[in-house]
């Protein structure tokens, strides 16, 4: 069983060596010149403000897990279509059921109001 | 015509579910009314649709006796108890009439049970499946042991329901229910022949019992009810395992389940085993008996419980202890039973005889004397079956029915005085006598009948019990000492139910509450005078019981010693063996394999795969 | 191909209610009534406050899951082409079984759900569907034969729970309990997962029945592949403790089942913890069933026992502690799980019997502990919910049949008759002393006195004591829902408890499909 797992071994062992040779060189050898503005939280050149954590409308991760879930339905539907003829009617009517059970979801996201972004 | 005739039959079920249903009280509407009787008849149809309708033949059936008749005594107090929660409780007139008419029906229905002698073998026996895929039968008889005990039961619990109704006033409805369940729950444990059939008897006396204790006991109710609660559970535990294990035993001899008394009573266990499943039987019985030094739980029930309930359990519930070790102890681990018995004797005599006795003496509280009295008579229903004699098993049986009626009427006479005074401290009381003359001419009646006077019942128990253990293979050289131990045992019962008649009824009146008693009123005396009656016909003519019992000890005693000497040859032995049939009357309904010897092989057959 | 959805109608069923009943919640006029939100505002849900429909709705679907199971069971599933889907689902007597338990237990909970969620003005639509889409993760669960599907169903299963337990989102308590249980549940997942992950390294398969034959095949000496499969097999075993909440897996149980409203904690200790013995007794008799795995020596029986005597004994005794009913029934459900447990070691010497016996246990106890909550809430109303003993005191004499309900409930789940939790734990005590595992079932019989005690103690304070004066009490809510789904399960008790014989036949037909 080692055998067949030595080469990872060896890449987890090399890539560890090689990140704490360049930390430590650079940390020794890198001259230290530090300043206010450069201790400073770097943020796409604007100076940052307000609390360090802020609470994210939760609208935000609802429409990011719709997205995640319509989007998957891509993935299942792809290889369907790829083996069409293969899988005849059993196929059609298993992936019919699918889009019925996500045009439901989407039915009932819509009525509840997940997809209005105001109010 | 014939089909039509049939189906209209099959019918009648439904029809008088719906009936029943349609004029139920609850609702008014036509509609609601027929939706209720339609719910009514499903039901019917889903129960007889899960009954299984597996035919039993019983090997023979006695033409002179009619086979439901043990059903209809066992099943009339259940179902009225289930009849009893649909009744309002607004009417508690209603309530009582039911259920005294209903105890009153099953006690006339016992009374056919005499109407036969009581010849070798079992009586009114009646056999069915009831879960075929375990093994287990609904089979029901009894001999003249068991008839004995049905017959003390039905007539104890009208007697006891009748006096809690002139003392309990509230929740009538819950106490109706509590005592038919009990009542049929115990005639159900008398009669059954099916060890696990027995076993859901003995369960199902718990919960009404304890909720007769709890609800209208007195001041420590609860503690009380949570001891008799835990130490009856306790034994019954125990023993579910052993008859598991015996169960089990037998199914890897002869290859098909059965929990039949008849069939597992052929099994030859090996030393270990048959002790341990002797041991799990035997805790469980004397837990219930009780004897020292399970007895704590007894002396608390009794003082908590309300007089009705005292007289149940001292006059049925503590037998069905000594029932269960004659019948299953006795009967399935002779070897055991046998080799145990002098050292259990020793016991009962010391600490059942004696302690109890001692107990009895020093106590302040009369009912707390009686309840300790109890573990002294029971003292002696144990010596005589652990003598094993034909004597002694005999007076033991004789010592249970007096101790029932001696006892249930003792407590029932306590009762009385508790109504009236609310106390039972023997210390607020003396010269009662002087206000109450028949009361306590009836009280010194029953106390002659426990103590063991001649020409009372008591003494006949006593003396045959006495007699057997003095001749007692099974106590070899401890016989003579035990029974010079019980026979002083009977002085000391004289000195303390004697001591405390003298201080309550004679003497002077002294305490000015005690002067306005009214004597026992006619509600008591009517439930007194059937117990008062028979202890001088059991006194006098104690051959009616004895002829009956006579042909069931016989055997008990010759199935005793047969089955040591089974155990004795097989000693050594690491497998169970099974002893061969003997035949006869006493193995009529034994188990026969079923056609396919398990359920569920039988349904994969046709099954998938 | 039609056979083949018929075989999975059940499924089905259950899966396209749930989605009917989506459509009901969203399209469906809104309540006048729907105060519900914490702050009081006015809240526009259109599945707010119509508890009673959508729980009638769903519980006619789940019923008819119920039916469709019996309607399979009987038409002989092995004749309907379930190949095409096997070895992922497998369409056995044995998931029916399940499935119509299942389906059953969360009907009823879905019933308790309607009355409880009104009367508690929390009366969110998607409870109901949140029930309807767990219960077809755990019918999924009793088909998975794939430790994928296993994985899938589980997390269908275990995520519309999640959501159930935080339903009342004013209670810092629902909160916590929601969150303890999703972070265990979430863990507990990902050791099973790393389980799965090593029993593929090591065998290959994916499918439980190829790792049975894989580890068939295994030769006894030691191996890097035999450690795996054992370490696999622990790593697996231990996520399913936690579903099943054996000790020492159970910290989260009882906070878990306290915080959630009533009908989902029914649900939690019925159907979940039914569906995860479906799929241990199938991985373990399957994948482990080799004779080595099911030893005393090396293998999955003494794990088993231990959970089971650790379940059983510290349940039981932290349970005669509490002073709140909930919790106690919470600990005791660990406290059954510990007898089931026994009844799976006894599978190591008799496979069939013993999952015979486990199987109708669960169903004798889903029932019981399910009407045992109803009878709780039953108990309670929006004043004051029923929760610790003490609110029960005079309850016997004041509401006469919530008591008596409640009372028959206790006492099945105490094991007398003539109940069904009597037979069920005869059963299960009869297949572990058939397999000679007679230590282990002493120490089962002496806890089920230790039991004793504690479900004595419901029925002293409801008939043999009285509440303390002056104290608030809980006066029983009125709900034809909750009513009804309490006669639907008295009767069942009581009809399993005389009549056995049929449900013990077809535990016992169960069985033997599994194997």
Same mark, same amino acid.
């Given at each position: 069983?080692?055998?067949?797992?030595?080469?990872?071994?060896?890449?987890?062992?090399?890539?560890?060596?090689?990140?704490?040779?360049?930390?430590?060189?650079?940390?020794?050898?890198?001259?230290?010149?530090?300043?206010?503005?450069?201790?400073?939280?770097?943020?796409?050149?604007?100076?940052?403000?307000?609390?360090?954590?802020?609470?994210?409308?939760?609208?935000?991760?609802?429409?990011?897990?719709?997205?995640?879930?319509?989007?998957?339905?891509?993935?299942?539907?792809?290889?369907?279509?790829?083996?069409?003829?293969?899988?005849?009617?059993?196929?059609?009517?298993?992936?019919?059921?699918?889009?019925?059970?996500?045009?439901?979801?989407?039915?009932?996201?819509?009525?509840?109001?997940?997809?209005?972004?105001?109010? | 015509?014939?089909?039509?005739?049939?189906?209209?039959?099959?019918?009648?079920?439904?029809?008088?579910?719906?009936?029943?249903?349609?004029?139920?009280?609850?609702?008014?509407?036509?509609?609601?009314?027929?939706?209720?009787?339609?719910?009514?008849?499903?039901?019917?149809?889903?129960?007889?649709?899960?009954?299984?309708?597996?035919?039993?033949?019983?090997?023979?059936?006695?033409?002179?006796?009619?086979?439901?008749?043990?059903?209809?005594?066992?099943?009339?107090?259940?179902?009225?108890?289930?009849?009893?929660?649909?009744?309002?409780?607004?009417?508690?007139?209603?309530?009582?009439?039911?259920?005294?008419?209903?105890?009153?029906?099953?006690?006339?229905?016992?009374?056919?049970?005499?109407?036969?002698?009581?010849?070798?073998?079992?009586?009114?026996?009646?056999?069915?499946?009831?879960?075929?895929?375990?093994?287990?039968?609904?089979?029901?008889?009894?001999?003249?042991?068991?008839?004995?005990?049905?017959?003390?039961?039905?007539?104890?619990?009208?007697?006891?329901?009748?006096?809690?109704?002139?003392?309990?006033?509230?929740?009538?409805?819950?106490?109706?229910?509590?005592?038919?369940?009990?009542?049929?729950?115990?005639?159900?444990?008398?009669?059954?022949?099916?060890?696990?059939?027995?076993?859901?008897?003995?369960?199902?006396?718990?919960?009404?019992?304890?909720?007769?204790?709890?609800?209208?006991?007195?001041?420590?109710?609860?503690?009380?009810?949570?001891?008799?609660?835990?130490?009856?559970?306790?034994?019954?535990?125990?023993?579910?395992?052993?008859?598991?294990?015996?169960?089990?035993?037998?199914?890897?001899?002869?290859?098909?389940?059965?929990?039949?008394?008849?069939?597992?009573?052929?099994?030859?266990?090996?030393?270990?085993?048959?002790?341990?499943?002797?041991?799990?039987?035997?805790?469980?019985?004397?837990?219930?008996?009780?004897?020292?030094?399970?007895?704590?739980?007894?002396?608390?029930?009794?003082?908590?419980?309300?007089?009705?309930?005292?007289?149940?359990?001292?006059?049925?519930?503590?037998?069905?202890?000594?029932?269960?070790?004659?019948?299953?102890?006795?009967?399935?681990?002779?070897?055991?039973?046998?080799?145990?018995?002098?050292?259990?004797?020793?016991?009962?005599?010391?600490?059942?005889?004696?302690?109890?006795?001692?107990?009895?003496?020093?106590?302040?509280?009369?009912?707390?004397?009686?309840?300790?009295?109890?573990?002294?008579?029971?003292?002696?229903?144990?010596?005589?079956?652990?003598?094993?004699?034909?004597?002694?098993?005999?007076?033991?049986?004789?010592?249970?029915?007096?101790?029932?009626?001696?006892?249930?009427?003792?407590?029932?006479?306590?009762?009385?005085?508790?109504?009236?005074?609310?106390?039972?401290?023997?210390?607020?009381?003396?010269?009662?006598?002087?206000?109450?003359?028949?009361?306590?001419?009836?009280?010194?009646?029953?106390?002659?009948?426990?103590?063991?006077?001649?020409?009372?019942?008591?003494?006949?128990?006593?003396?045959?019990?006495?007699?057997?253990?003095?001749?007692?293979?099974?106590?070899?050289?401890?016989?003579?000492?035990?029974?010079?131990?019980?026979?002083?045992?009977?002085?000391?019962?004289?000195?303390?139910?004697?001591?405390?008649?003298?201080?309550?009824?004679?003497?002077?009146?002294?305490?000015?509450?005690?002067?306005?008693?009214?004597?026992?009123?006619?509600?008591?005396?009517?439930?007194?005078?059937?117990?008062?009656?028979?202890?001088?016909?059991?006194?006098?003519?104690?051959?009616?019981?004895?002829?009956?019992?006579?042909?069931?000890?016989?055997?008990?005693?010759?199935?005793?010693?047969?089955?040591?000497?089974?155990?004795?040859?097989?000693?050594?032995?690491?497998?169970?063996?099974?002893?061969?049939?003997?035949?006869?009357?006493?193995?009529?309904?034994?188990?026969?394999?079923?056609?396919?010897?398990?359920?569920?092989?039988?349904?994969?057959?046709?099954?998938?795969? | 191909?039609?056979?083949?959805?018929?075989?999975?109608?059940?499924?089905?069923?259950?899966?396209?209610?749930?989605?009917?009943?989506?459509?009901?919640?969203?399209?469906?006029?809104?309540?006048?009534?729907?105060?519900?939100?914490?702050?009081?505002?006015?809240?526009?849900?259109?599945?707010?406050?119509?508890?009673?429909?959508?729980?009638?709705?769903?519980?006619?679907?789940?019923?008819?899951?119920?039916?469709?199971?019996?309607?399979?069971?009987?038409?002989?599933?092995?004749?309907?082409?379930?190949?095409?889907?096997?070895?992922?689902?497998?369409?056995?007597?044995?998931?029916?079984?399940?499935?119509?338990?299942?389906?059953?237990?969360?009907?009823?909970?879905?019933?308790?759900?309607?009355?409880?969620?009104?009367?508690?003005?929390?009366?969110?639509?998607?409870?109901?569907?949140?029930?309807?889409?767990?219960?077809?993760?755990?019918?999924?669960?009793?088909?998975?034969?794939?430790?994928?599907?296993?994985?899938?169903?589980?997390?269908?299963?275990?995520?519309?729970?999640?959501?159930?337990?935080?339903?009342?989102?004013?209670?810092?308590? %629902?909160?916590? =309990?929601? *969150?303890?249980?999703? +972070? @265990?549940?979430? !863990?507990?997942?990902?050791?099973? &997962?790393?389980?799965? $992950?090593?029993?593929?390294?090591?065998?290959?398969?994916?499918?439980?029945?190829?790792?049975?034959?894989?580890?068939?095949?295994?030769?006894?000496?030691?191996?890097?592949?035999?450690?795996?499969?054992?370490?696999?097999?622990?790593?697996?075993?231990?996520?399913?403790?936690?579903?099943?909440?054996?000790?020492?897996?159970?910290?989260?149980?009882?906070?878990?089942?306290?915080?959630?409203?009533?009908?989902?904690?029914?649900?939690?200790?019925?159907?979940?913890?039914? %569906?995860?013995? =479906?799929? *241990?007794?199938?991985? +373990? @008799?399957?994948? !482990?069933?080799?004779?080595?795995? &099911?030893?005393?020596? $090396?293998?999955?029986?003494?794990?088993?026992?231990?959970?089971?005597?650790?379940?059983?004994?510290?349940?039981?005794?932290?349970?005669?502690?509490?002073?709140?009913?909930?919790?106690?029934?919470?600990?005791?459900?660990?406290?059954?799980?510990?007898?089931?447990?026994?009844?799976?070691?006894?599978?190591?010497?008799?496979?069939?019997?013993?999952?015979?016996?486990?199987?109708?246990?669960?169903?004798?106890?889903?029932?019981?502990?399910?009407?045992?909550?109803?009878?709780?809430?039953?108990?309670?109303?929006?004043?004051?919910?029923?929760?610790?003993?003490?609110?029960?005191?005079?309850?016997?004499?004041?509401?006469?049949?919530?008591?008596?309900?409640?009372?028959?409930?206790?006492?099945?789940?105490?094991?007398?008759?003539?109940?069904?939790?009597?037979?069920?734990?005869?059963?299960?005590?009869?297949?572990?002393?058939?397999?000679?595992?007679?230590?282990?079932?002493?120490?089962?019989?002496?806890?089920?006195?230790?039991?004793?005690?504690?479900?004595?103690?419901?029925?002293?304070?409801?008939?043999?004591?009285?509440?303390?004066?002056?104290?608030?009490?809980?006066?029983?809510?009125?709900?034809?829902?909750?009513?009804?789904?309490?006669?639907?399960?008295?009767?069942?008790?009581?009809?399993?408890?005389?009549?056995?014989?049929?449900?013990?036949?077809?535990?016992?037909?169960?069985?033997?499909?599994?194997?």
């Amino acid at each position: 069983m080692v055998d067949s797992y030595l080469p990872m071994f060896l890449t987890f062992a090399i890539s560890l060596i090689a990140c704490t040779v360049m930390f430590t060189f650079g940390h020794f050898l890198g001259p230290k010149n530090p300043s206010p503005a450069k201790n400073m939280p770097f943020e796409c050149g604007n100076d940052t403000e307000g609390a360090k954590f802020t609470r994210m409308n939760v609208k935000f991760y609802l429409t990011a897990i719709l997205f995640v879930v319509f989007d998957i339905e891509v993935v299942f539907i792809y290889p369907w279509a790829v083996l069409f003829k293969g899988l005849g009617w059993v196929g059609f009517a298993t992936m019919l059921m699918f889009i019925v059970s996500l045009l439901v979801a989407l039915v009932y996201t819509w009525k509840k109001g997940g997809l209005e972004w105001e109010s | 015509m014939n089909a039509l005739r049939d189906a209209g039959i099959e019918m009648i079920p439904y029809l008088i579910a719906f009936v029943v249903g349609y004029l139920m009280p609850w609702r008014k509407e036509w509609f609601e009314r027929f939706a209720v009787g339609s719910v009514a008849a499903l039901s019917v149809a889903f129960v007889l649709g899960l009954w299984p309708d597996k035919a039993v033949e019983v090997a023979e059936t006695r033409p002179e006796e009619w086979g439901h008749l043990l059903n209809l005594i066992v099943f009339l107090p259940l179902i009225a108890a289930i009849a009893v929660v649909f009744l309002p409780r607004q009417s508690p007139k209603l309530l009582k009439q039911f259920t005294m008419v209903v105890l009153g029906v099953d006690f006339l229905a016992s009374l056919a049970l005499l109407g036969v002698p009581m010849s070798e073998g079992w009586h009114f026996q009646y056999v069915t499946e009831w879960v075929p895929s375990l093994g287990i039968r609904y089979h029901v008889a009894i001999d003249g042991i068991s008839v004995w005990l049905v017959l003390l039961s039905t007539l104890s619990t009208p007697i006891a329901l009748h006096v809690s109704f002139g003392s309990i006033k509230k929740r009538t409805k819950e106490l109706c229910f509590a005592f038919l369940m009990l009542h049929g729950a115990m005639m159900g444990a008398f009669v059954s022949l099916d060890l696990f059939l027995f076993f859901v008897f003995w369960e199902l006396m718990l919960v009404p019992m304890i909720l007769i204790i709890g609800i209208w006991g007195g001041v420590e109710k609860i503690k009380a009810s949570y001891k008799f609660f835990l130490y009856t559970m306790a034994g019954s535990m125990m023993m579910l395992a052993a008859i598991l294990y015996m169960a089990w035993v037998f199914h890897s001899i002869e290859g098909y389940w059965t929990f039949d008394y008849l069939a597992l009573k052929r099994l030859v266990l090996p030393e270990d085993a048959a002790f341990w499943c002797f041991a799990g039987f035997a805790l469980a019985f004397l837990i219930k008996v009780p004897m020292f030094p399970f007895h704590t739980w007894l002396p608390d029930a009794h003082v908590q419980a309300p007089t009705g309930g005292s007289i149940i359990l001292a006059a049925v519930l503590l037998k069905l202890g000594t029932y269960g070790y004659i019948r299953f102890c006795m009967g399935m681990f002779e070897g055991p039973a046998w080799e145990a018995s002098a050292t259990l004797a020793g016991v009962a005599v010391a600490g059942g005889i004696f302690y109890g006795a001692l107990c009895a003496w020093k106590q302040s509280d009369i009912k707390r004397l009686v309840a300790y009295s109890s573990v002294a008579h029971l003292g002696f229903v144990m010596l005589g079956l652990f003598s094993g004699t034909h004597a002694g098993v005999s007076g033991a049986i004789v010592q249970m029915i007096n101790h029932g009626i001696s006892t249930g009427a003792l407590f029932l006479l306590v009762g009385v005085i508790y109504d009236r005074r609310h106390t039972r401290q023997i210390a607020d009381f003396g010269g009662l006598a002087k206000v109450m003359p028949v009361y306590t001419a009836l009280f010194v009646l029953v106390t002659m009948a426990s103590v063991g006077v001649p020409g009372t019942n008591g003494f006949v128990g006593e003396f045959m019990v006495i007699m057997g253990t003095m001749v007692s293979d099974s106590l070899g050289r401890h016989a003579t000492p035990a029974a010079v131990g019980a026979s002083f045992g009977v002085i000391l019962a004289a000195l303390y139910m004697l001591s405390m008649v003298q201080r309550v009824f004679f003497g002077p009146l002294n305490n000015p509450k005690n002067e306005k008693l009214t004597d026992i009123n006619s509600r008591e005396l009517v439930a007194v005078a059937p117990l008062v009656a028979l202890i001088f016909v059991f006194g006098l003519f104690p051959n009616i019981l004895l002829s009956r019992m006579n042909d069931s000890v016989g055997a008990t005693v010759r199935h005793l010693a047969e089955g040591r000497i089974a155990y004795e040859a097989h000693a050594g032995a690491t497998t169970a063996k099974l002893r061969p049939k003997r035949g006869g009357p006493w193995e009529a309904g034994h188990p026969s394999p079923p056609q396919v010897a398990d359920v569920a092989v039988a349904l994969n057959a046709g099954a998938d795969k | 191909m039609i056979d083949l959805f018929i075989a999975l109608s059940p499924l089905l069923t259950v899966g396209f209610g749930g989605l009917l009943l989506m459509l009901a919640e969203a399209l469906g006029k809104p309540a006048n009534n729907t105060g519900m939100s914490p702050d009081g505002a006015v809240v526009v849900d259109a599945g707010a406050g119509r508890s009673e429909e959508l729980g009638l709705l769903a519980t006619v679907i789940l019923f008819s899951g119920a039916a469709s199971s019996m309607g399979v069971w009987l038409a002989d599933p092995a004749t309907l082409g379930v190949e095409l889907v096997s070895p992922w689902l497998q369409v056995d007597r044995y998931s029916l079984f399940f499935s119509f338990i299942l389906c059953i237990s969360g009907g009823l909970c879905t019933l308790l759900g309607g009355g409880y969620l009104e009367e508690h003005k929390i009366d969110r639509g998607e409870f109901f569907t949140l029930v309807v889409f767990s219960t077809v993760g755990a019918i999924a669960l009793g088909f998975a034969g794939d430790l994928l599907t296993v994985f899938v169903a589980l997390e269908t299963m275990s995520l519309g729970v999640y959501c159930m337990i935080g339903l009342r989102r004013s209670s810092p308590r %629902a909160g916590e =309990a929601a *969150l303890k249980y999703f +972070l @265990l549940g979430s !863990f507990a997942a990902a050791i099973m &997962m790393f389980g799965a $992950a090593l029993l593929y390294a090591a065998t290959g398969h994916t499918d439980l029945a190829g790792i049975g034959a894989f580890v068939g095949g295994l030769g006894g000496e030691a191996s890097g592949e035999t450690a795996m499969v054992i370490v696999g097999m622990l790593l697996m075993l231990i996520g399913m403790a936690f579903k099943i909440s054996a000790v020492p897996f159970h910290m989260w149980a009882p906070d878990a089942y306290e915080g959630a409203p009533t009908p989902t904690t029914s649900f939690m200790a019925a159907a979940v913890k039914t %569906a995860a013995f =479906a799929v *241990l007794l199938r991985i +373990l @008799l399957i994948a !482990f069933g080799d004779p080595r795995l &099911m030893s005393w020596g $090396a293998g999955w029986p003494p794990v088993m026992a231990c959970l089971s005597v650790l379940s059983m004994t510290i349940a039981n005794v932290i349970a005669g502690r509490q002073s709140s009913v909930k919790r106690m029934l919470a600990y005791s459900s660990i406290s059954h799980a510990g007898y089931l447990l026994m009844g799976v070691c006894a599978a190591m010497r008799l496979p069939e019997e013993a999952s015979a016996s486990v199987m109708f246990y669960l169903a004798g106890y889903c029932i019981s502990t399910i009407g045992a909550f109803g009878a709780l809430i039953l108990c309670g109303s929006r004043g004051k919910e029923a929760v610790s003993y003490a609110d029960l005191a005079g309850i016997g004499r004041r509401h006469p049949a919530a008591a008596a309900a409640f009372a028959l409930f206790v006492i099945s789940l105490a094991g007398m008759p003539p109940t069904a939790g009597f037979f069920g734990k005869l059963y299960v005590f009869r297949a572990t002393i058939d397999a000679e595992l007679y230590s282990l079932a002493i120490i089962g019989l002496l806890n089920s006195i230790v039991g004793a005690y504690y479900y004595m103690k419901v029925l002293v304070f409801m008939y043999m004591r009285e509440p303390i004066p002056g104290a608030p009490i809980a006066i029983p809510m009125r709900s034809s829902m909750v009513v009804s789904a309490l006669i639907i399960a008295a009767a069942l008790v009581v009809a399993i408890g005389v009549l056995p014989g049929a449900l013990l036949e077809m535990a016992a037909v169960a069985a033997a499909a599994l194997s």
